[in-house]
């Protein structure tokens, strides 16, 4: 998944500003104990980051 496609998602399910604040500060333990912007930064694939989100916040499957 490209990382264009990624944010799309994170856009799509959580609205505009609120996708760049949940990435920025929910701490989530499907990801390591990490936010979504450091598992990015320290190398996770940003399909593995999304269905880590998809997981935890139970995104519905039309949604994934």
């Known amino acids: ?15 505009e500003t609120s996708a760049d604040t949940f990435a920025r500060d929910h701490v989530m333990s499907e990801l390591g104990g990490r936010t979504v912007i450091q598992a990015l930064d320290d190398g ?3 399909k593995d980051v999304w269905r880590a989100v998809c997981a935890a ?8």
């Open 44 to 46: 996770w694939e940003a």
């Open 1 to 15: 998944m490209r990382l264009t496609i990624f944010w799309e998602r994170m856009r799509a399910h959580f609205g």
């Open 57 to 64: 916040m139970e995104v519905p499957a039309s949604h994934r």
